[in-house]
């Protein structure tokens, strides 16, 4: 690398790094003065605490990186375009591309960044910071159960209604089971007051249970009842039984793979959201890159006059970038538009956008001026 491409990332690095370190330091001082009487009720330990904030730092660093890289952009290009700098590289020989080209590396490395922590850290870090939250106020260990939860297999044409699931132990509680034939027509009924799932053998143990064999116009055929039956060729898995309700803003790729592989027989609308937001997990990091996009050429100013237009338009698209990828992720959650589109289609706007900006100042011209109709 160049001595000079050093120079130019060092002149970003030490603002980013303040941004990123600042946004962080706020927040902790934030979070901690607002659950600071619920810490000191609870009796929390330094262990659970450092443990609470780890989990919860990758979500602020995923929403840091694009905002503190467009403050560290406009600031480290407007103090060099102000000392003429920009304009010595220019006169050297050194194009305004070769100029940027660290930045587009750094972009990517800050896609990279946050692309491992939007993969799976921080999607979870809302519903990890809930379940300590109410462990920290009750002082105790909570095992959150489903309760009254009715779950639909529509491969199978069986219907679950649990009073209670839980997922940590892998048992439900006082459950009805449906099954019905191709016609919809009821055969078979199940009524277990206590069920145990063994995932590695995907078999189900269901303890005091009734069983009903009845025919197609429903009449009673068989009323058996049974102390322990076990079932290993059902499809349904508590995980599988409990993912119908749950929120696709809190879940991980993993999980929303897994998701979508186990309820693929749900309407097109129902997967809408976890689909939508199974391909924005990867287009979200890619904003740091969009950033630099915009930021870089609205921070090149050949006179003293244009860096707070430069600057206001660039903090001007950054809020649109963002309004319009919340939109768009609206959009296709409700199943109005396409999932691909929902996540990528702002990104793709944008950039080119940024890549026309580039453009414009490469070749010496001056951004395009907005007058308002007389």
């Not at 919860?56 to 480290?76: H, K």
């Not at 375009?81 to 590289?89: A, F, L």
């Not at 039956?229 to 897994?258: C, F, H, K, Y």
């Not at 003293?304 to 903090?315: C, D, E, Q």
Request: charged fraction near 15%; include cysteine; glycine fraction near 4%.
């Amino acid at each position: 690398m160049f001595l000079l491409d050093q120079y130019v990332l060092k002149k970003f690095a030490v603002p980013f790094l303040y941004c990123i370190v600042g946004f962080i330091a706020i927040w902790l001082v934030w979070n901690l003065s607002t659950n600071l009487p619920d810490f000191v009720q609870g009796h929390i330990t330094l262990r659970t605490l450092i443990y609470f904030y780890s989990t919860q730092i990758p979500n602020v660093i995923v929403q840091s990186i694009p905002v503190g890289t467009l403050l560290a952009l406009l600031y480290s290009m407007t103090q060099m375009s102000r000392s003429n700098e920009i304009i010595s590289m220019l006169c050297s020989g050194r194009s305004l591309y070769r100029i940027f080209f660290p930045f587009f590396l750094v972009g990517l490395l800050l896609v990279i960044i946050s692309s491992y922590f939007n993969y799976e850290k921080a999607p979870q870090a809302e519903a990890i910071k809930n379940q300590l939250m109410d462990e920290i106020k009750n002082g105790k260990k909570i095992n959150k159960l489903i309760q009254n939860h009715l779950f639909r297999n529509r491969l199978d044409n069986r219907t679950w209604y649990l009073q209670t699931l839980d997922l940590k132990n892998q048992s439900a509680h006082q459950i009805q089971i449906i099954q019905q034939d191709k016609e919809g027509n009821i055969i078979e009924k199940w009524y277990v007051v206590d069920a145990n799932f063994n995932p590695s053998t995907h078999t189900w143990t269901f303890l005091q249970l009734h069983h009903v064999i009845v025919n197609p116009i429903g009449n009673v055929l068989t009323f058996d009842f049974c102390e322990k039956q076990e079932i290993s060729d059902w499809s349904e898995s508590p995980w599988r039984i409990a993912s119908s309700s749950m929120n696709p803003d809190m879940l991980g790729v993993p999980e929303l793979r897994t998701y979508l592989h186990n309820n693929s027989d749900f309407p097109k609308a129902r997967l809408a959201p976890f689909v939508t937001h199974l391909d924005y997990r990867w287009a979200l990091p890619w904003i740091c890159f969009i950033v630099i996009l915009l930021a870089a050429p609205l921070g090149v100013i050949y006179s003293r006059r244009s860096i707070l237009s430069g600057v206001a338009i660039a903090v001007g698209l950054f809020a649109a970038l963002l309004f319009s990828s919340n939109l768009f992720l609206a959009l296709g959650k409700g199943d109005c538009c396409s999932a691909w589109m929902a996540a990528w289609g702002p990104n793709i706007v944008f950039a080119g956008i940024g890549i026309y900006l580039i453009w414009i100042k490469a070749t010496g011209r001056e951004l395009p001026r907005f007058q308002w109709p007389k």
